[in-house]
């Protein structure tokens, strides 16, 4: 027997502890009576105690304290810097306190210029890699190396052809630059991986396509993400515009695998149709043409039609036919 | 705000490093169990380090607009998400080559003991409910850690990870439901 859907929420609220007065008496009557939702609660309020208890989390009172020591004697100016990832520490003329309260001034004074950028003067290349947080920061002798993960938002302009994108440091950032930028399409690359959200996912995926169409080639990371979506997306919209990324782009042997493997074998009828449609466009179907005869049998009918009207195209056209029948 | 806790933050921020441990020494424990619950156990003393670390670079970005602790809390989690998306972007390019292995090692288990006592069984059972945090969305993760391992409320968990109250509800319960059905598969007779 299966618990009630609709006191699902209510019970894992309850074992939360926010629900007020009545609803829990509310709840506890509903579990006197229904032994499916009485298991589920069980079950909740066992998982519930495990991680308010976390028996793996005990502290070592010793192991506490050395921590502690590490971190003071690593915060300590003079003494050796512990850098915190494997790149290279850059010299930096301020002292480190000074440097670090310059670095949060920079960052800040870096959102206000993404945000008033139509006004302002270009700033120095280095200042703008050090606003757009791409350089490490370096405080009280530590080289901390910001975070260029967590993308929040992605805005394309076409007006200006602009791209934005807003992540995380330790504060907020926004970068703004052109899609030939690689700090813009590697921030596009990561918000296609990294991101929980699946609207930004989908927002990083059409401004690949914009630059895709703009420039007719990607960099590696952006074509890597786009071929990690294609595989590992669950969203269909998200997939489906990634595959538009390859439309956009010219037809090259690894392009072409990759939307022959998509017609064949995805099991998105949409996505099948859209890669049909990409590998179709090309030289009068003849990068299709040798599944044709594969595609005339899919499940979906819209691709059936689509398989023997291109076929019936390529056996009327004499020129394309002759062609063929030579490369055979 | 605790005035003592203000004082230690102002002195901080001018550079003070005593002034400093004594918050670390405050939310040590705290933030280290968030941490231990959020990222791998070999990771997690960098994890906590960079995060005092940062925390103690950014403070003169601090506004106390919140407590401390949710500020610090707010940077943990952030430093153990982007981990486990930098992990995840590392491996971005072995997964397509050899996806299986990824996918074996997920499934070993640990051998069992033949005659385990209650401290045993429940060590066993929250490395299996660890298991199972590892396979969750990341904010579902978060918000599972903070309320639930943490003890946070609904209320300081959207506060920490700024995101509406009926977002972390619905977080919650999604990851409420994923952990029981793991749990399920591996208790069931």
């Excluded at chain 2, 069992?112 to 298991?131: F, G, I, K, S, Y």
């Amino acid at each position: 027997m299966k618990p009630c859907p609709k006191m699902q929420l209510a019970i894992n609220l309850y074992h939360a502890g926010e629900l007020d007065d009545g609803a829990r008496l509310e709840v506890e009557r509903h579990l006197e009576r229904c032994p499916a939702c009485r298991e589920a609660a069980e079950q909740i309020g066992e998982i519930a105690r495990l991680a308010a208890e976390a028996p793996g989390l005990e502290d070592d009172r010793a192991a506490a304290s050395a921590r502690r020591s590490r971190l003071m004697a690593a915060l300590t100016p003079g003494l050796p810097a512990r850098q915190t990832t494997p790149l290279p520490a850059r010299p930096m003329p301020l002292q480190p306190l000074y440097a670090a309260l310059a670095a949060m001034l920079l960052v800040a004074f870096g959102f206000l210029l993404g945000r008033f950028g139509g006004r302002q003067p270009a700033p120095d290349p280095t200042l703008q890699a050090l606003l757009t947080g791409f350089q490490p920061v370096v405080a009280a002798g530590h080289t901390v190396q910001p975070e260029l993960l967590n993308v929040q938002r992605v805005r394309y302009d076409p007006a200006s052809g602009q791209f934005e994108i807003t992540y995380n440091t330790v504060n907020d950032v926004r970068l703004q630059g052109t899609g030939n930028q690689p700090q813009v399409q590697l921030m596009l690359a990561r918000a296609m991986v990294d991101s929980d959200n699946p609207a930004l996912r989908l927002h990083a995926v059409k401004a690949a396509r914009t630059i895709a169409a703009q420039q007719q080639s990607l960099d590696d990371e952006l074509l890597q993400a786009i071929d990690y979506l294609l595989s590992k997306e669950q969203n269909q919209g998200v997939r489906l515009m990634a595959i538009r990324v390859l439309r956009a782009l010219p037809l090259t042997e690894t392009i072409k695998r990759t939307l022959v493997q998509i017609v064949l074998h995805d099991e998105n009828p949409a996505l099948r149709m859209e890669a049909f449609d990409g590998l179709a466009a090309h030289a009068g179907g003849r990068e299709i043409e040798p599944y044709l005869q594969t595609i005339a049998k899919d499940s979906s009918s819209s691709l059936r039609v689509k398989a023997r009207t291109l076929r019936q195209t390529i056996d009327a056209g004499p020129v394309r036919s002759a062609e063929l029948s030579q490369e055979n | 705000m605790d005035p003592l806790e203000s004082e230690w933050i102002i002195r901080a921020r001018s550079g003070d490093l005593p002034a400093f441990g004594e918050l670390v020494n405050r939310h040590d424990g705290y933030i280290m169990r968030l941490i231990r619950s959020m990222a791998p156990q070999e990771e997690a003393e960098d994890l906590w380090q960079e995060t005092f670390i940062k925390a103690f670079a950014g403070l003169t970005a601090f506004r106390e607009e919140s407590s401390f602790r949710t500020w610090l809390t707010r940077i943990a989690i952030r430093q153990c998400l982007d981990h486990r998306r930098q992990e995840r972007w590392k491996r971005l390019v072995p997964l397509r080559a050899a996806p299986s292995g990824d996918a074996e090692s997920l499934l070993e288990l640990p051998s069992p003991d033949p005659l385990p006592d209650q401290r045993a069984v429940r060590q066993e059972m929250w490395r299996h409910l660890q298991r199972a945090l590892d396979n969750l969305p990341g904010g579902q993760r978060a918000a599972f850690v903070l309320k639930y391992v943490q003890g946070c409320t609904i209320h300081e968990v959207a506060e920490i990870l700024g995101k509406a109250e009926g977002t972390i509800k619905s977080d919650l319960f999604r990851a409420m439901q994923r952990i029981r059905a793991q749990m399920q598969q591996l208790y069931a007779p």
